[in-house]
């Protein structure tokens, strides 16, 4: 990939094809100091306010660095390496990393040694782009302060508060609004489907766990559907096109949303998953369709429960999860609660917290 230039105009070869890029997106990313402050990299002009007729009427390149002369008077220089760079980011953003599927046999995944300032270092860059592949990422010896699950969401991006509040204690209570807060055994599923929108990324910390059982579960949603629309056409059809209506009542509080179980992106690809079968309500169809929405639906539960696609693992003390609410479904394993205590303090963050560290993290490190 490679610019090239005539006298008037700038082109853009990617060994495939060759276009022009067209002047005023040139022309807006001017860098003088009267057009751009240099701190945060924001204009200091509304390129709404410029003429669209706007053309080159000279370049001079300096060894790779483009002197551009406009129409309407201005001029500045960019290097090619800056064109190319944001043509490549295009197709490189955070959410564009390949996911990988996954089922039973990834149970040797890696985990990430939690270190002081990890933030700003090279292992948090790999380890976001191992969450942006696999859709989960555990960090072990993560110190048990109390609320720190919000100093670390926190020194990530900004922590998505929800009627749970900011943060919310994971162990067995009386009278609890949520099945999360007992000792049973929670079958796989997602969190908050009834929200608008649903949070992305959820982060669970171990403060404790001296019981045998409530070991924690995850299965890959994004496998699971990939499996329904090779093998079950109709059922995928269905799935992703049929909304269904997921419901959540509190004394204080009725949520609702609608969502396919399997929601795809304008391209038709896998785009986020809701399952949580305490919740949701299928709307009145016709018949035959509601007979074969319900297959498709017990089929993608099979699935789902399958121990096939589940992994099984134990978070121990100081472990912390941080998994894409998006694409995975979490459960775990029945405990006794008179055994000892299992006790994780959780919440939310969204998408643009991940996204912006691994990009800020890309540019530190020149990556």
């Known amino acids: 990939m490679k610019i090239e230039i005539d006298s008037k105009k700038v082109f853009i070869n990617s060994g495939n094809n060759k276009e022009e890029i067209h002047p005023f997106w040139l022309r807006e990313r001017i860098n003088n100091e009267d057009a751009l402050d240099k701190g945060n990299q924001q ?21 790779g660095l483009l002197n551009l002369f406009f129409n309407d008077g201005t001029n500045y220089k960019i290097k090619e390496d800056q064109i190319l760079n944001e043509y490549k980011s295009q197709n490189l953003d955070p959410i564009s990393i390949d996911k990988i599927k996954w089922d039973s046999n990834f149970n040797n995944f890696q985990k990430f040694k939690f270190e002081n300032d990890i933030f700003e270092k090279k292992i948090m860059y790999d380890l976001l782009v191992s969450f942006y592949k696999y859709g989960f990422v555990v960090l072990t010896n993560v110190t048990t302060e109390d609320n720190f699950i919000i100093k670390f969401a926190n020194s990530i991006g900004s922590v998505r508060r929800t009627n749970f509040g900011e943060f919310f204690n994971v162990r067995s209570v009386p009278n609890p609004n949520d099945l999360a807060y007992t000792s049973l055994a929670l079958s796989p599923h997602t969190d908050n489907p009834y929200r608008k929108p649903v949070p992305c990324v959820q982060l669970l910390h171990c403060i404790t766990n001296n019981v045998s059982g409530g070991n924690s579960t995850l299965v890959d949603g994004y496998t699971v559907s990939e499996k329904i629309k090779e093998d079950y056409p109709e059922y995928y059809e269905i799935l992703s096109s049929v909304k269904v209506k997921f419901k959540f009542i509190d004394k204080t509080v009725v949520l609702e949303d609608m969502s396919e179980l399997i929601k795809l992106d304008e391209k038709n690809n896998f785009k986020q998953v809701r399952f949580s079968p305490r919740l949701d309500y299928a709307p009145i169809l016709e018949k035959s369709k509601l007979d074969l929405f319900y297959k498709a639906r017990n089929k993608i539960s099979e699935l789902y429960n399958s121990d096939k696609y589940k992994v099984e693992f134990k978070l121990e003390t100081g472990d912390l999860l941080m998994m894409d609410n998006h694409r995975l479904l979490h459960g775990r394993t029945k405990y006794d609660v008179n055994e000892g205590d299992r006790y994780l303090q959780g919440c939310y963050i969204d998408f643009d917290s991940t996204e912006g560290k691994l990009r800020h993290l890309k540019r530190k490190f020149n990556l």
């Open 43 to 63: 204009r200091l002009f509304d390129p709404n306010s410029i003429n669209t007729n706007i053309y080159i009427e000279k370049i001079e390149n300096e060894d």
